[in-house]
């Protein structure tokens, strides 16, 4: 297995397009003036372009659900790149994610999912029980992964973020690990980022952590008050919910770094 170090490689620096301009030895008049910052201006820009359609159809997510947060997220890394330091430890996140999510995620999908496909019996409360903790896996791991990095380029933009236990402020990446997944979603939700609390059932995740259920024959989950059904597609509708987030996140990231610097994450 390649170490932190050779991985490093396989990412590069963001790259600066092309800035290379003619020079002109007579006097320009305000019209020619202004023709030149246009013509400036558009040399600045970059020269690489990002698939999103192919990009969503790879997520398997519908190009509209990365479209809706393409608007917040790209001035969020814009003024979040400026802060030094901010590109490295979102590196070191993603080298991370890279190494153990998307791996043992990739694992975990095709130990459950690729049995349910082979029609290998499963009792209806063995399929609630895959059900709860595949959600589980993923909210932990991908969901906090993006949780983290939304707060994290927050942070960078100047909002403080409290640990209140160790009154201590958030300063680093790491930092974002001793807090709980309540306090990231509230502090993301304060400042324009309800999607994320939208996505997560947090009743959900925290009965299955805790195993605070009750399951029936039929494979019905019910947990404070609340009943998800197979029958009525629940389980369906909360993983597709917690997916289109993570997936419409991590395309919007992906389409931002590679139209501008020529790096993708993928």
Same mark, same amino acid.
């Given at each position: ?22 020079? %002109? ?7 020619? %003036? ?7 201006? &558009? ?14 159809? +790879? ?29 490295? +430890? ?53 969901? %906090? ?14 909002? &403080? ?16 690990? &001793?807090? %709980? ?86």
């Amino acid at each position: 297995m390649e170490s932190p170090e050779d991985l490093l490689e396989l990412i590069p620096a963001p790259r600066t397009p092309d800035t290379t301009f003619g020079t %002109s030895n007579t006097k320009p008049s305000k019209r020619n %003036s202004m023709a030149r910052r246009i013509c400036l201006r &558009d040399r600045l820009r970059p020269r690489w372009t990002f698939d999103l359609e192919d990009a969503c159809k +790879q997520a398997q997510i519908e190009p509209e659900v990365a479209k809706a947060l393409i608007p917040k997220l790209e001035p969020l890394l814009e003024s979040a790149m400026k802060k030094e330091g901010f590109y490295d +430890q979102l590196l070191n996140r993603v080298q991370e994610m890279r190494m153990f999510t998307l791996n043992n995620l990739h694992f975990l999908n095709s130990l459950f999912f690729e049995k349910v496909k082979l029609n290998v019996e499963l009792d209806p409360r063995e399929h609630s029980i895959i059900f709860l903790v595949h959600y589980l896996i993923s909210v932990e791991s991908f969901f %906090s992964d993006v949780v983290d990095i939304l707060c994290f380029a927050l942070v960078a933009q100047h909002h &403080d973020l409290a640990d209140f236990f160790r009154r201590t402020y958030v300063e680093r990446m790491s930092d974002l690990e &001793d807090l %709980s997944l309540a306090d990231r979603l509230r502090f993301l939700s304060r400042h324009g980022w309800e999607e994320a609390e939208q996505a997560v059932d947090r009743n959900l995740r925290n009965s299955s952590a805790h195993a605070n259920y009750e399951l029936r024959e039929d494979g019905t989950i019910v947990m404070a008050g609340t009943t998800l059904s197979i029958e009525r597609d629940d389980f369906n509708r909360k993983s597709e919910a917690l997916r289109d987030f993570i997936y419409g996140f991590w395309v919007a990231l992906n389409k931002f770094f590679v139209e501008r610097y020529g790096l993708g994450f993928v």
